[in-house]
C-alpha cells in the first residue's frame, strides 16, 4: 500500500511510503505521474475553502459573470462562485468519479440552473464565454493550458491560479494565505488586449433621435472609437459582460458598427 504525505513545508512534494520504503517525488517534475501510472494531468487535491473564497475575492468577481473552474473536483470553487458570490459558474473535470459527485452536489443544493458541471478534458472544451478562469494545476499543465487560453479568453478576463504560475506571465497580485497545516499562494492574472466599440458615423446627432434603456444610453454616450469595453465598464460600474451585451444590442440596431480586438 502506498501512502500520500503532503510535506508541511512545501506544497510541491508529496511523500510516497510503502512498508519501510520512503522517496519524496516532484509532482511539479513530468516524471512524476509515470511513477504513479497516472492517467490524468493533475491529481484531486481539494483547494481549502478560505483560500477558495479568496481566490474569488481577488479576481472580484460579480454578479453575472460566468466563472470556469479547469477541474471540478469536488465542485466547491463553482458551488462557492454561485451561492456567495452570484455567479454563473461550470467546471470542467474528466474523472468520471469526480463528475458524479459534483453533479450530485450540484442537484442536492438546488444549484442546477446556476452551476454547469462538464465531463470532459478542458484541452477540449471552448474557453471563451468565461470572465473568470480558476485552475488549481501544474506548472508543467499551466504551461500546456496558456496558448489556448490566451487565444480563447477575452481581453481583461481574469485568471486565478492556486499554488502554480503561470510561465511568462506577469501576476497582478501574488498573495501568500495560511491556513491550519500549510501555506498557500494566489496568483492573479488579467488577459491582455482591449475591445474598442466604433460608432455609426457622428453618435452625438444620432443619439437625439433614438430611445434606449438607461443603461444602453450611458454605454452609447461612452463609445468614441478610442475607449475600450473595459474602460466604459469602469466608468458605468458595469461589468464588462454587461457592457459586451448592450453592445451587441447596440450593433444589431445599427449604431455601432464592429468591436475592434487589439491583443
Avoid at 455567479?87 to 474528466?94: F, L, S, Y
Avoid at 477575452?154 to 485568471?159: A, I, M
Avoid at 491556513?179 to 492574472?189: P, Q
Avoid at 430611445?211 to 469602469?234: A, Q
Amino acid at each position: 500500500m502506498v501512502k500520500f504525505l503532503m510535506n508541511d513545508s512545501s506544497p510541491y512534494f508529496v511523500g510516497f511510503e510503502e512498508d519501510d520504503y520512503a522517496e519524496e517525488k516532484d509532482i511539479n517534475n513530468p516524471d512524476f505521474f509515470p511513477y504513479l501510472n497516472m492517467p490524468y494531468d493533475v491529481p484531486f487535491v481539494p483547494t481549502p475553502e478560505v483560500v477558495v473564497r479568496r481566490m474569488l475575492q481577488l479576481a472580484n468577481v460579480r454578479r453575472g459573470e460566468h466563472v470556469y473552474d479547469l477541474g471540478c473536483g469536488d465542485g466547491r470553487i463553482v458551488i462557492m462562485a454561485a451561492r456567495e458570490f452570484g455567479a454563473q459558474a461550470a467546471c470542467i473535470e474528466i474523472r468520471k468519479d469526480l463528475y458524479e459527485q459534483t453533479l450530485r452536489r450540484v442537484k442536492d443544493l438546488g444549484l442546477e440552473d446556476r452551476v454547469r458541471v462538464i465531463y470532459g478534458n478542458f484541452f477540449e472544451e471552448d474557453l471563451s464565454d468565461a470572465d473568470v478562469v480558476t485552475m488549481y494545476l501544474l506548472t508543467s499543465v499551466n504551461e500546456r493550458i496558456k496558448p489556448k487560453l490566451e487565444r480563447e479568453l477575452k481581453p481583461g478576463v481574469r485568471v486565478v491560479s492556486h499554488d502554480f504560475e503561470m510561465p511568462g506571465w506577469k501576476p497582478l497580485i501574488v498573495e501568500d494565505l495560511y491556513e491550519e497545516w500549510r501555506s498557500h499562494k494566489v496568483y492573479l492574472y488579467k488577459i491582455p488586449g482591449l475591445e474598442i466599440p466604433i460608432p455609426v458615423g457622428e453618435l452625438k446627432n444620432i443619439i437625439k433621435n433614438v430611445k434606449l434603456y438607461e443603461e444602453h444610453m450611458k454605454v452609447l454616450e461612452l463609445i468614441d472609437g478610442n475607449r475600450s469595453i473595459e474602460e466604459i465598464s469602469n466608468k458605468t460600474q458595469l461589468t464588462m459582460r454587461a457592457v459586451r451585451e448592450i453592445i451587441s444590442d447596440l450593433i444589431k440596431q445599427g449604431l455601432i458598427n464592429e468591436v475592434k480586438v487589439i491583443k
